[in-house]
């Protein structure tokens, strides 16, 4: 990989799709990933139990698609017209659900 141009592609974080070239929307995307994967180990129908969200944020950000992008291939939106989910609204969701809880950790921590 000596081309200077791949060279400054790769360091922009432009190869990353648009909401996940911020670092702290990248931790919020791992984290809710990672609820939802505990969820599943809860219910018995996952085996990804001894793996937490900063291990899956380097794994993919920082090998997974760095090392595609070297190849070539980049994360981008389908353009099916299928009904998605809306990942502004899914991580609002996520910001007032933890929001909520650390609203009654700190009132719980307030009553003792």
């Not at 502004?88 to 921590?109: G, I, V, Y």
Request: charged share 25%; proline share 4%.
């Amino acid at each position: 990989m000596s081309d200077p141009k791949l060279t400054a592609w790769l360091k922009s974080g432009k190869y990353l799709p648009p909401i996940l070239r911020d670092f702290h929307d990248q931790k919020d995307c791992f984290k809710w990933m990672d609820r939802f994967v505990q969820n599943k180990i809860r219910s018995g129908s996952h085996h990804l139990d001894g793996y937490n969200w900063v291990q899956f944020h380097c794994l993919t950000i920082d090998f997974f698609l760095w090392y595609m992008a070297v190849h070539g291939y980049t994360l981008q939106r389908t353009r099916k017209p299928l009904p998605f989910g809306d990942w502004k609204e899914t991580m609002k969701a996520f910001d007032a659900e933890q929001l909520e809880r650390l609203k009654q950790t700190l009132q719980a921590a307030r009553n003792e």
